[in-house]
């Protein structure tokens, strides 16, 4: 059931306010009138000003942005500066007073109509319902309502504490199972512990890479730093209570399955005291994650080298002031790593197994401003809509920009649309404005695949210190295309003959793709899910579970990583761990106790994911290297569904796709 204090943490109504009039007029010059419109309908009450000032507002201006980086919505007219000042006087009037009435909650009709005028696209009914829950006016939207609490013998046991484990273990906390956090590593974060590189951020905006029931005004950048987000995650467990159920340095190695007992026995070894123990859960969801362990490549000599080696998935602090480096790998990791050393080596290498498209930085410093902060400390509900808007325009955008036209590729070899086209023309003018178009920079650092044929990535920066398109500008940088031989003692040698000289060399090849790889799963009848999901070719029913292992739910599984239509992982961890929780409170209203997906919904699922997919770019596009797709070609890692379909799909589950016992 629903414990009400707990509930009341969640950020989901926004506390009345009283500010002062000067406050509100200097910061509210920051905010788009379309944005101060819908806060005005919220602390006045007045959904009459929709029709009054709806055509007069304007967009935001993070559709302005989407439309400098090549996606044109709808722009609708001018801002009217008479209406944005009726507006603040509105606002000042109301959030002037100390007896200011309760403020309009939406419904999922109003809040379709206000997020239309914000966005100038329209909304389905199912859009605006998902939209209200990420933007952060609704949690946890009950699809089974609970008459039973579940019983202490329908314990959980969650396994990893980085986004996803974290939501599960809120989600627990508030529909009242029993559980435990198991962390193999010191503390919470997931990646966001682990990885600690010189230069490492979240690259998808904060203000929607969080949790939905979650917001969070203190954001210092648009995208920021790793240790801030790691703590953003372990304030969360603070704030919940999570902490009294985490075990740390707790890796589970293994997943048994107790026919008899009708119970999961996991073993873990505990990495301080070097001893594996056994306990025991009637379920298990697992948030372990897909990128834990460094990936080498398989280079001869590797181990030889006898300077400085290190990875970034590993990373320890070293000095390298005035050394030559080499940085192996141009992915996320390898481009913030570069931009953030580049000014301090004496030389740097830099190897490009496969060029990326990047996208360019398009804000400055990337610092939350001043009046930015004022706006979602205390301007009732900004923040929510400040969320909205670029979570709903990316979803669009980027299912757009992933949809296949074949009768365009036909004529485009490319790229797969003229959106997708569009985003590509954004990149390679950023590629020749920095470098100059058809230099030799500018040839090295064009891909020859459509934009998002493998994951896009941003420059950190400018062109200027801190940014990767001025770091390979530099004259002590060099951009190397050709192969690596083998590693010696003095350095790397390339498969032109090359010898370079190194004292340090970062590895930024990326990470191990993981699907429970590392954790023996053992199910009915002895059968391993390594043996199911053998060369790389796993599958899963929704909530990530699979015939023969009752009352197991992976999160992050197959084609659950990421939503096409640009639902990241935080969109995904919460939706797929909301359909685990309607599986297991489904299994306490019948009295159950195991619940496991049949092979025939299991199946059909995955034909309809097959389907799906062939519609999409990894489908048609083979030439860009990408852990999307498996050896054989089949696309294993994001949805093919656009987001609000796969999270209607996920809201309750079918109970004619189960066997409850």
């Not at 029709?51 to 942005?65: A, E, I, N, P």
Request: proline share 5%.
């Amino acid at each position: 059931m629903l414990d009400a204090d707990f509930a009341a943490r969640f950020t989901h109504r926004a506390d009345k306010r009283v500010v002062t009039e000067d406050d509100l007029r200097k910061h509210a010059q920051a905010a788009d009138t379309v944005t101060l419109l819908l806060c005005a309908v919220h602390v006045t009450g007045d959904a009459s000003l929709l029709d009054r000032c709806g055509d007069k507002v304007g967009r935001s201006s993070f559709l302005q942005l989407l439309r400098s980086l090549g996606y044109q919505p709808d722009s609708g007219p001018e801002a009217s500066p008479e209406a944005r000042q009726d507006l603040i006087d509105l606002l000042c009037t109301a959030l002037t007073r100390d007896d200011q009435p309760d403020y309009l909650r939406v419904d999922a009709e109003l809040f379709r109509r206000m997020g239309e005028i914000a966005t100038g696209m329209p909304m389905s009914d199912d859009t605006a319902v998902m939209c209200m829950e990420q933007a952060g006016f609704v949690h946890d939207q009950r699809a089974i309502e609970p008459t039973k609490n579940p019983p202490a013998t329908l314990n959980l046991a969650i396994v990893g504490a980085g986004m996803a484990g974290i939501d599960a273990a809120v989600k627990a906390v508030n529909r009242s199972f029993e559980f435990d956090i198991y962390e193999k590593e010191g503390g919470i974060g997931g990646l966001w512990w682990t990885q600690t590189y010189p230069g490492v951020a979240v690259d998808t905006p904060s203000i929607y890479y969080s949790l939905s029931y979650e917001l969070n005004s203190n954001w210092t950048k648009f995208f920021p730093a790793g240790d801030e987000y790691r703590g953003y995650l372990t304030g969360l467990a603070d704030k919940h209570g999570l902490t009294e159920h985490l075990q740390v340095n707790s890796d589970v190695t293994q997943l048994k399955w107790l026919e008899d007992d009708q119970v999961w026995e996991l073993t873990i070894f505990d990495r301080v005291k070097h001893a594996s123990r056994t306990e025991r859960a009637a379920a298990v969801l697992t948030g372990a994650g897909h990128l834990c362990r460094p990936k080498y490549p398989d280079i001869e000599g590797r181990e030889t080298f006898a300077g400085e080696a290190i990875h970034t998935t590993r990373w320890r602090d070293i000095d390298l002031t005035g050394k030559r480096v080499a940085v192996v790998g141009v992915g996320a990791a390898g481009i913030q790593v570069i931009s953030a050393i580049a000014s301090e080596v004496g030389h740097l290498t830099t190897f490009q197994h496969q060029a990326h498209w990047v996208s360019p930085n398009a804000l400055g410093d990337g610092k939350v401003a001043e009046s930015e902060h004022w706006l979602r400390r205390h301007l009732p509900y900004y923040l929510h809509w400040s969320r909205f808007v670029p979570f709903f325009t990316a979803c669009e955008t980027a299912y757009q920009m992933n949809l296949v036209d074949e009768a365009w590729m036909k004529e485009h070899p490319t790229s797969t649309s003229a959106v997708n086209e569009a985003c590509r023309q954004v990149s390679l003018q950023y590629i020749n404005e920095c470098f100059g178009e058809d230099s030799e920079l500018a040839r090295k650092l064009t891909p020859d695949f459509p934009y998002g044929g493998k994951r896009p990535v941003r420059d950190p920066g400018d062109f200027e210190p801190g940014g990767y398109y001025w770091a390979l500008a530099q004259p002590h940088v060099d951009l190397v295309t050709s192969a690596i031989a083998r590693v010696v003692p003095e350095g790397i040698v390339t498969a032109d003959g090359r010898l370079i000289e190194l004292d340090a060399i970062i590895w930024a090849t990326g990470m191990t793709f993981d699907w429970l790889s590392t954790i023996q799963v053992i199910g009915r009848g002895g059968v391993r899910l390594s043996q199911v999901w053998a060369n790389n070719n796993p599958r899963s029913y929704l909530g990530g579970t699979v015939p023969g292992f009752p009352n197991l739910f992976i999160n992050d599984g197959p084609n659950t990583g990421v939503a096409v239509g640009g639902g990241g992982h935080n969109f995904m961890a919460e939706t797929v761990n909301h359909y685990a929780f309607e599986c297991l409170q489904l299994l306490a209203e019948r009295g159950g106790t195991t619940i496991e997906v049949t092979k025939r919904a299991h199946d059909e699922h995955n034909e309809l994911v097959e389907r799906e997919m062939s519609t999409l770019l990894w489908s048609h596009e083979r030439k860009a290297s990408t852990y999307y797709r498996n050896e054989s070609g089949r696309v294993i890692l994001p949805s093919p569904f656009r987001p609000e379909v796969f999270w209607t799909m996920c809201q309750k589950p079918d109970e004619t796709k189960f066997v409850i016992k």
